[in-house]
């Protein structure tokens, strides 16, 4: 398998896209015809200006097995990791709307001016008793 890179005179790669730069990394095209195509994006003038000291680079690259991972394993371990996240989300939006009610509570007690701690019941009414003779 061939993969393929530009490279300029400073030993760096170019970054492909619309505005090429150059890094020690760069971009890996996996086809020539993805280079020819990234370079038909720009005018003669920009080829020139960016590519002018710059060669294209081909690599061979062996593929050897380096691991092998079940399938089942592979899906499971998605399925833990969707469930941590979704566990995570409830939490943080438990501690959102908890946050939200203590914020209304807040403005609720400034607006009516309740006291700051726990609201007293209100006292029972009186007990009236009547006997029969007042009657």
């Not at 393929?4 to 015809?33: C, D, Q």
């Amino acid at each position: 398998m061939e993969i393929y890179r530009i490279r300029n005179a400073e030993g760096e790669f170019s970054t492909g896209g619309m505005s090429p730069y150059f890094t020690k990394k760069g971009k890996v095209w996996k086809h020539l015809g993805h280079v020819k195509r990234h370079m038909s994006q720009m005018s003669d003038r920009e080829l020139l200006d960016r590519y002018a000291d710059c060669e294209i680079v081909t690599y061979q690259v062996e593929e050897t097995i380096s691991g092998v991972v079940p399938m089942m394993g592979f899906i499971n371990g998605l399925r833990q990791l969707e469930i941590a996240k979704a566990e995570e989300a409830k939490i943080r939006q438990e501690s959102y709307e908890k946050e939200q009610r203590r914020k209304q509570y807040e403005e609720l007690q400034k607006e009516f001016g309740f006291a700051t701690g726990p609201i007293a019941p209100p006292p029972p009414p009186p007990i009236i008793t009547c006997y029969e003779d007042e009657m």
